[in-house]
């Protein structure tokens, strides 16, 4: 079948160390080639522009620069401060103030690099002084940062959004509570890591006033994700309209508000947010081009009549899903994964019963574990290199994480009430 040979030489040029792109497009001009397909070159130059021309595509690269300028200076540092007040006297506190910083940022930067880079930078030497492993400390962040993708603000699922044709506002709803799941899940493991070693049993309740004085510290930052649910949920602005608003809310903040950011820093900053978007965008072009060419071959079909003979169920159907992604966000970031496969889930939702909100949080959570995923997953590179530690020390802390996490995602795989039911209220 077309299919598994595409896949198969896509992840054989990936795994020979070919960047993504290029990956990408070899593997689409590749098989036009070996399959004597009748497609023209000049087919994928147009499907690769028409791939980042799409009006929504422009919230991406401007909810990156929000991101970029709320995660400049000490945004970081006050959001820590005020998960630390919150929960450092808990047993592994040090440990569960990373996953709640990270969950607060998380909703302020919409990325998981940036969460974990900001609040990895802070919490890594903090609990290392504390008596943490540096494999442990360094595997917390890398699971912990891809809480980012999870709860709103989420590109991913503003991408999925967009392929799809699922409301962006019900996808953004529908993280929140899985969010918070996955983050209760992890400050679990902390608890247990902290009694198991010792290291970290709990200290001082912080005070009423302490509590008040970081929270209004953090507050001006916090408040964005507000803004941004809020507005597209009463309808006053649309998703990519709320990508501008929240640049615009970002420059105060970091300007006027906290003053971490002076204007000589703007040029720099924009242009770092710009060169990262542009990767974004250049890839998602690539992906296009991919997913063109898989849907032109009338691969979704197949793929539809394939699943049908052997999933005779929603919940077995859910279960093939879940292992494929699982093992796709292995090699693939996000965004790409998800205008690569959603053309080939979304039409057999009608045939399972399946909501497309649904699905695009379970592949969300399924890619953003794929982030963490050895061997080659995006956090695990910054958490180890803020660590300075070997993938294989922190391979092995991570298991644990690992594992909670994918219970957690069966969860709001199976209890569709659990990720839903904001959405079913709201709707």
Same mark, same amino acid.
């Given at each position: 079948m077309i299919l598994f040979e595409i896949f198969g030489l896509f992840f054989l040029v990936a795994l020979a160390g070919v960047p993504l792109v290029y990956s990408l497009l070899i593997t689409t001009i590749v098989t036009i080639w070996w399959k004597g397909l009748s497609h023209p070159l000049e087919t994928i130059f147009l499907t690769y522009i028409g791939g980042v021309e799409p009006f929504v595509l422009i919230a991406v690269p401007l909810f990156i620069v929000a991101g970029e300028l709320l995660s400049?200076?000490?945004?970081?540092?006050?959001? &820590?401060?005020?998960?630390? $007040?919150?929960?450092?006297?808990?047993?592994?506190?040090?440990?569960?103030?990373? &996953?709640?910083?990270?969950?607060? @940022?998380? /909703?302020?930067?919409?990325?998981?690099?940036a969460g974990a880079a900001a609040v990895g930078s802070v919490m890594i030497p903090a609990m290392v002084r504390g008596g943490y492993?540096?494999?442990?400390?360094?595997?917390? #962040?890398?699971?912990?940062?891809?809480?980012?993708?999870?709860?709103?603000?989420? #590109?991913? *699922?503003?991408?999925?959004?967009?392929?799809?044709?699922?409301?962006?506002?019900?996808? @953004?709803?529908?993280?929140?509570?899985?969010?918070?799941?996955? /983050? !209760?899940? *992890? *400050?679990?493991?902390?608890?247990?890591?902290?009694?198991? $070693?010792?290291?970290?049993?709990?200290?001082?309740?912080?005070?009423?006033?302490? +509590?008040?004085?970081?929270?209004?510290?953090?507050?001006?930052?916090?408040? *964005?994700? %507000? +803004? #941004?649910l809020g507005g597209i949920w009463t309808g006053f602005f649309t998703p990519t309209e709320s990508a501008a608003v929240a640049v615009f809310y970002g420059l105060f903040v970091a300007i006027w508000v906290y003053r971490d950011l002076k204007w000589h820093?703007?040029?720099?900053?924009?242009?770092?947010?710009?060169?990262t978007s542009a990767v974004v965008m250049v890839v998602i072009g690539a992906t296009a081009a991919l997913a063109w060419l898989i849907t032109v071959e009338q691969v979704p079909a197949m793929l539809m009549q394939i699943v049908q003979e052997h999933a005779h169920s929603k919940w077995a159907f859910l279960l093939i899903v879940n292992v494929f992604l699982l093992l796709?966000?292995? @090699?693939?970031?996000?965004?790409?994964? !998800?205008?690569? $496969?959603?053309?080939?889930?979304?039409?057999?939702?009608?045939?399972?019963?399946?909501?497309?909100?649904?699905?695009?949080?379970?592949?969300?959570?399924?890619?953003?574990?794929? %982030?963490?995923?050895?061997?080659?997953?995006? $956090? !695990?590179?910054?958490?180890?290199?803020?660590?300075? &530690?070997?993938?294989?020390?922190?391979?092995?802390?991570?298991?644990?994480?690992?594992a909670v996490s994918v219970a957690v995602l069966f969860l709001v795989t199976y209890v569709e009430f659990l990720p839903m039911g904001l959405v079913w209220l709201f709707r």
């Open positions: 400049h200076g000490g945004v970081g540092e006050r959001i &820590v401060r005020f998960a630390r $007040t919150l929960f450092g006297f808990l047993p592994g506190g040090l440990g569960i103030v990373t &996953v709640a910083s990270c969950l607060l @940022f998380g /909703g302020v930067s919409g990325s998981a690099i492993s540096r494999g442990f400390a360094a595997a917390l #962040i890398a699971a912990a940062g891809t809480l980012a993708v999870i709860i709103p603000p989420s #590109i991913p *699922m503003l991408v999925y959004g967009f392929v799809a044709g699922a409301s962006v506002r019900d996808l @953004f709803i529908s993280g929140i509570v899985p969010g918070v799941c996955f /983050g !209760l899940g *992890m *400050m679990a493991v902390c608890v247990w890591y902290g009694k198991k $070693t010792g290291c970290d049993t709990g200290g001082a309740r912080a005070s009423g006033a302490e +509590i008040w004085r970081a929270f209004k510290a953090a507050f001006p930052a916090l408040l *964005m994700p %507000l +803004i #941004i820093d703007l040029p720099r900053l924009v242009l770092g947010s710009f060169t796709l966000g292995i @090699f693939i970031e996000p965004v790409p994964a !998800l205008i690569l $496969t959603a053309p080939l889930l979304v039409p057999m939702l009608r045939v399972y019963g399946v909501d497309p909100v649904h699905l695009g949080l379970i592949m969300t959570c399924n890619l953003a574990i794929g %982030l963490y995923s050895p061997p080659v997953g995006g $956090t !695990l590179f910054v958490a180890a290199r803020l660590a300075r &530690v070997g993938m294989g020390a922190l391979t092995r802390e991570l298991m644990p994480l690992f």
